[in-house]
């Protein structure tokens, strides 16, 4: 099980903004079946200090991933909660969002840049939006979500491959975090998008202006 390329930004983000003297410890959380062990592996190889996993058999939907990171947030008490934008396999870019409104703190969505003042207990978030960029300043705690321009995230060393092995990997379950999972959505169907039409050879120009014109009809 591979991690989320938007959530290996976050980490990279939570990574650099411990090396930079302003975080005491990065933690990294996963949610899911018993192989998500494997994705927190490649996050404490990264450089992750602990992982926390999740364990949960049943499809997690956002509204859930965010109930159950709100839970945690409760008792690991952390300033930043960084996470990426959406998910690869359903794009639903949701759970940022409802973290935060559960919790009730500010969020800055589509990170392109972060810059943490600790003194002021501030962050400040760039990002981009239609008409160009846009900069956030939020009071923490806060919540980020990661886009592609914030970072290019390490390669994980194999010292600290074989370092991961032995950090410690805290386990959760749904009921541990008074947590209750229920499906608050129904996937009716899901369908494939229509085959393409096998390609032509034209012989000439002309052909292909009058196949352009009376059988597409674009001309």
């Known amino acids: 099980m591979s991690m989320n390329p938007f959530c290996e930004i976050a980490l990279e ?70 996470l990426g934008k959406q998910a690869i396999d359903d794009d639903c870019n949701q759970t940022g969002q409802m973290v935060a409104g559960l919790l009730n703190w500010p969020q800055g969505t589509f990170a392109s840049k972060v810059v943490l003042d600790k003194q002021k207990q501030v962050v400040t978030v760039d990002r981009e939006v239609d008409g160009g960029l846009e900069t956030l300043c939020l009071d923490l705690p806060a919540v980020i979500t990661t886009d592609l321009r914030l970072n290019q995230p390490r390669y994980a060393t194999l010292p600290n491959i074989m370092k ?56």
């Open 13 to 82: 983000e939570a990574l650099r903004i411990r090396e930079s003297g302003l975080a005491s410890e990065v933690v990294a959380v996963s949610m899911g079946p018993p192989p998500c062990v494997d994705t927190l592996r490649t996050g404490l190889a990264m450089g992750a200090d602990r992982g926390v996993h999740v364990e949960a058999g049943d499809t997690l939907h956002p509204l859930a991933v965010a109930k159950l990171l709100k839970a945690l947030i409760d008792v690991e008490k952390p300033q930043l909660l960084i």
């Open 164 to 219: 991961a092995k032995s950090k410690v990997i805290k386990k959760f379950t749904p009921s541990d975090l008074n947590v209750t999972i229920k499906s608050d959505l129904e996937i009716v169907q899901v369908t494939e998008p229509p085959k393409r039409k096998a390609g032509v050879i034209v012989s000439s120009v002309d052909e292909l202006i009058d196949k352009l014109k009376n059988e597409a009809r674009v001309l």
